[in-house]
């Protein structure tokens, strides 16, 4: 499975969008992007996750550029339950090793 | 249906014994995983299993055994705990390809410390 990068931590205004970016600049054709957060010491949580094109749910948006090498978490009005770490993850189309990087650590500020 | 269990929640051990963590899930997945966590980290595999009968080793397998029991289950023994063993450990399972997204859903985790 291709290697994800992240920045280690960003804050964000409580009320604003927060953007999450991640670099996969070696992701092949039939591997997906996954983005999960965990809350303090509880178990990761699905947040989201696409192929190539944009998708939004009830909990946040992504976006994946054309070229597929990067993709940004948009998370639209940011609360303080959202502090949390945020892993992006590629995963091959019915692969088995499911490997997470270190995450980005968001602090959602008053 | 309460998704993934693992017991116990908390346990301290004293250098070189040896314990279980015991995880299991109702949903009816295929794969299962084994993570661990060290404090202020990101999370490392150190098995999984894709089917009843499979395992195979992740990222960090040295000091671990595991045991694929049925569908449900998936355990991690510590045959001879070491202090570097500290940790949270989470187990996972998947859903299966082809249903929407192959999904993680993650236990509320162990933590262990080695004394």
């Known amino acids: ?110 | 249906n309460a998704g993934v269990t693992q017991t116990p929640k908390f346990q301290v051990l004293k250098t070189g014994q040896s314990m279980t963590l015991q995880c299991a899930q109702d949903m009816n997945h295929n794969s299962m995983y084994w993570y661990r966590q060290d404090p202020g980290m990101g999370l490392r595999l150190i098995y999984y299993s894709a089917s009843e009968g499979t395992t195979d080793k992740g990222e960090v397998p040295n000091g671990y055994n595991v045991s694929r029991l049925n569908k449900r289950e998936f355990s991690l023994r510590l045959e001879s705990a070491a202090p570097s063993q500290t940790s949270v450990y989470f187990c996972a399972s998947r859903t299966q390809p082809g249903q929407g997204g192959e999904k993680l859903f993650f236990g509320s985790g162990t933590q262990l410390s080695v004394l």
């Open chain 1, 1 to 110: 499975d291709a290697k994800t990068t992240q920045p280690p931590s960003m804050d964000c205004a409580e009320g604003r969008a927060a953007n999450l970016p991640c670099n996969h600049s070696t992701i092949s054709g039939n591997e997906y992007v996954y983005w999960y957060r965990q809350i303090h010491s509880q178990g990761p949580q699905y947040i989201i996750h696409g192929l190539k094109n944009n998708e939004t749910n009830e909990m946040a948006s992504l976006i994946i550029t054309e070229d597929r090498k990067s993709s940004t978490l948009i998370l639209p009005h940011a609360t303080l339950r959202d502090t949390a770490v945020y892993y992006c993850i590629v995963i091959k189309a019915a692969g088995n090793k499911l490997t997470f990087g270190g995450g980005t650590r968001v602090l959602v500020k008053p």
